[in-house]
């Protein structure tokens, strides 16, 4: 299931976001990535597209990583 | 795609303008009204394109999202003028409390709501038209119009920080200054307040509701995109 969730940022990262698909890892941060907080609610967006789990504002502030993102998810679906 | 404009107060003076002016631009406008639907269905059937009376109370956050959705269905949703208003005006000495908090609760904070709403779609859709209709008032100030004045100046500094944090998703956001423009609204004005505005305007007459909506056309226009965080008067040079 997190592999496959992992797969899906990583797609929608690459597609939406132009990020190098090197940069991307786990442990990865957003900002690390280059995404802004503005970029990062687009991203949920996306997300919640794909996956159907909403990510509300609230959850988004502590999620930093993209390991951190996939295991909120996965938890949501549960 | 279907490119949806949500046109909060569309059954007044300038709302209908816009809604017949955006509709004849090929979106499919939402005529948002909060009171009567008798009126915002004669301006949606006077459309020529696809419009729709949509019930939006524009101080109800649920409201507000309900129509949101309701545009995010028909659609993508490319457009949101926020234009419905209340204008109770009194000497700032005569003024009590409940009735400022109501105009600026209707003017300024239910633009706040609706536009909040409306980014995310347009986040989603990196495209975006938010534009807030102000009033020369805002720049110039009035008698009788403190609480009036107040909220749509409030506007201008809402829709100048929202530009900042959206211009890189392609979303646009800017304000229309109308001057005095005779729509039912105005014609309850004070006649002082009233005459006061038609005197200010060097053109020594009342705006067009038509003129208004062109300009709320343009800023809504794929042709706009760089013209963001902006006020453009419409005001017969009255805030010259």
Partial sequence: MSQELLATITEVLSEDFGVPEDDISPDAT????????????????????????????????????????VDKIAEKQG | MTRVALVTGGSGGIGAATCRALASDGFHVLVGYGGSAGKADEVASGCDGAAEPVQVDVTDEDSVAAAVGHATEAGTLAV?????????????????????????????RGAYLVSRAAVRPMLRARHGRIISVASVVALRGNVGQTAYAASKAGLIGFTK???REVARKGITANVVAPGFVATAMTDQLPDAARESLIDLAPTGRPVEADEVAAAIRYLASDAAGSVTGSVLPVDGGAGI
């Fill in chain 1, 30 to 69: 957003f900002e690390g990535l280059g995404l802004d907080s503005l970029d990062v609610v687009e991203l949920t967006l996306v997300l919640e597209e794909k996956t159907g789990v909403k990510l509300e504002d609230e959850e988004l502030e502590d999620i930093r990583t993209l390991q951190q993102a």
């Fill in chain 2, 80 to 108: 949101v003028v926020n234009n419905a208003g209340v204008a109770d005006d009194d000497l700032l000495i005569r003024l009590d409390p409940e009735r400022f908090d109501r105009t600026v609760q209707v003017n300024l």
């Fill in chain 2, 161 to 163: 920080s929202l530009a």
